[in-house]
């Protein structure tokens, strides 16, 4: 099994940034392709950026040029680096793993991981 804890959210202006962090911990050498995933109220959880065991990146067009999606495996810990936050950012972010490789599957849908953190809040306010 798989823990993951996410923490960084809060309340911030548009324009800001927040730094999210996704900390993992038990069978971690089961973890390839880590994504961040956003849900709105009201709203179907969407796929915000995924990243690959060796790097390999990808970025909803959303927030392309604007998130940073990274890890440090050392470290295990998973981080979303979001700078001019708009107010439709706002929603709860959740990092997701699965032991396979990003490209090996529908890594943008939901359903393909097979863990999941609690989730942190992000609130932009305009």
């Known amino acids: 099994q798989v823990q993951l804890v996410e923490s960084g959210g809060g309340s911030v202006q548009a324009g800001g940034s927040l730094r999210l962090s996704c900390a993992a911990s038990?069978?971690?050498?089961?973890?390839?392709?880590m994504g961040w995933f956003r849900q709105a109220p009201g709203k179907e959880r969407e796929g915000v950026a995924t990243?690959?065991?060796?790097?390999?990146?990808s970025y909803s067009d959303s927030v392309k040029d604007r998130f940073t999606i990274s890890r440090d495996n050392v470290k295990k810990t998973l981080y979303l680096q979001m700078n001019s936050l708009k107010a439709e950012d706002t929603a709860m972010y959740y990092c997701?793993?699965?032991?396979?490789?990003?490209?090996?599957?529908?890594?943008?849908?939901?359903?393909?991981?097979?863990?999941w953190g609690q989730g942190t809040q992000v609130t932009v306010s305009s």
């Open positions: 038990g069978y971690t050498y089961n973890m390839n392709c």
């Open positions: 990243i690959d065991g060796p790097g390999y990146r």
């Open positions: 997701a793993a699965r032991g396979r490789s990003c490209y090996s599957g529908s890594s943008s849908d939901p359903g393909w991981y097979d863990y």
